[in-house]
């Protein structure tokens, strides 16, 4: 079964850090983008960093430029989201989200995305 999966979500005061895992199973991550996205409660879903299959492109969004950092490891099928100087307005369900795009290809923080996680919760408060 194809699947990915979130983690390292929670409760962290402004100004705080976590680091978010995505872990695949079930397929290699190597020919596949992946992207981070979220969604805060009334909101539509926002596209907040990606990597491209190789990991030698990154994008973000200009509200976590700076904040965020995106990698990946390979060996260990899996993605991270470094987030640091968190802020209230961080405060989603995040998800990753992976598609094929071959050895060499790019990422994009837009729908269509092959495979989707189930999120993970990140709240900022103090």
């Known amino acids: 079964q194809l699947q990915l999966v979130e983690s390292g979500g929670g409760l962290v005061q402004p100004g705080g850090s976590l680091r978010l895992s995505c872990a695949a199973s079930g397929f290699t991550l190597d020919y596949y983008a992946i992207g981070w996205f979220r969604q805060a409660p009334g909101k539509e879903r926002e596209g907040v960093s990606c990597i491209s299959s190789s990991g030698g492109s990154t994008n973000y969004a200009n509200s976590v430029k700076g904040r965020f950092t995106i990698s990946r490891d390979n060996a260990k099928n899996s993605v991270y989201l470094q987030m640091l100087s968190l802020k209230a307005e961080d405060t989603a369900v995040y998800y990753c989200?992976?598609?094929?795009?071959?050895?060499?290809?790019?990422?994009?923080?837009?729908?269509?995305?092959?495979?989707w996680g189930q999120g993970t919760q990140v709240t900022v408060s103090s």
């Open positions: 989200a992976a598609e094929d795009v071959g050895p060499a290809g790019g990422c994009r923080m837009a729908a269509g995305y092959d495979y």
